[in-house]
């Protein structure tokens, strides 16, 4: 089954201390992305990566850390967790950039709480 | 100005009424354009695109694009309740896609 898996589901997490949401497809997609979504802010991208070793920033990177060192994985770091990084995080991928029209998968979302 | 904007809602149409919802794009070098449903909790999920001006029908549902008056729409005929979620509206151009904040339908019976 084609899909994106993302954990923790849930985490409830303390200022400061460094934290990992990994994400993995098995789909074989080369675009890769991280995005948040906050009320009234909607989905906003953190950071994509178009293949292995090539990411780049989206439009809200502050405060996040990514790496593609292979093609199925895009974890996302948080290395010093702020209470302002409370929000729903959301990993998709697809097979080309989704802005070209292919179809972008989701996983089904990380809650993280920040205390 | 924001890149996408949408109402964010409820909108509220009865069973078996046609749904319409809006979207405008700042940036006319948009190119692509999507449709996505999001129920409470759960991830996005593409439901249309379009990539130029006019209609495209799927099913229940018909996407709109005006270029010009860069806008475009959502129409769901037949509204059943398991219609009603938030539907999120994105722009692709410039290397990016860009999400709108949504809006939330509610089909009422």
């Known amino acids: 089954e084609a899909q994106v898996t993302q954990n923790p589901r849930y985490l409830i997490t303390v200022t400061g201390k460094k934290l990992t949401v990994t994400c993995s497809q098995n789909?074989?997609?080369?675009?890769m992305s991280w995005y948040r979504q906050d009320p009234g802010l909607g989905l906003r991208q953190i950071y994509y990566?178009?293949?292995?070793?090539?990411?780049d920033k989206g439009d809200v990177p502050e405060g996040y850390k990514v790496s593609r060192k292979e093609k199925r994985n895009f974890p996302l770091i948080l290395e010093s967790p702020s209470p302002n990084q409370t929000s729903l995080y959301f990993c998709?991928?697809?097979?080309?950039?989704?802005?070209?029209?292919?179809?972008?998968?989701f996983g089904e979302g990380s809650w993280l709480t920040v205390v | 100005q924001k890149e996408v904007e949408q109402n964010s809602g409820p909108l509220s149409v009865p069973e078996g009424a046609i749904a319409s919802l809006n979207c405008t794009y700042s940036?006319?070098?948009?190119?692509?354009f999507f449709w996505y449903r999001q129920y409470s909790g759960k991830s996005p999920e593409l439901i249309m695109s379009?990539?130029?001006?006019g209609d495209k029908e799927d099913g229940r549902f018909t996407a709109q694009l005006n270029k010009a008056s860069q806008y475009v729409s959502l129409l769901i005929r037949d509204s059943q309740p398991s219609d009603s979620a938030t539907y999120l509206c994105?722009?692709?151009?410039?290397?990016?896609?860009?999400f709108g904040t949504g809006t939330q339908l509610k089909v009422e019976l």
């Open positions: 998709a991928s697809s097979y080309g950039p989704p802005w070209s029209g292919n179809t972008i998968y």
């Open positions: 379009i990539y130029s001006n």
């Open positions: 994105a722009r692709g151009g410039g290397n990016k896609l860009t």
């Open positions: 940036d006319r070098g948009s190119q692509s």
């Open positions: 789909m074989n997609h080369e675009y």
């Open positions: 990566s178009m293949n292995v070793e090539v990411t």
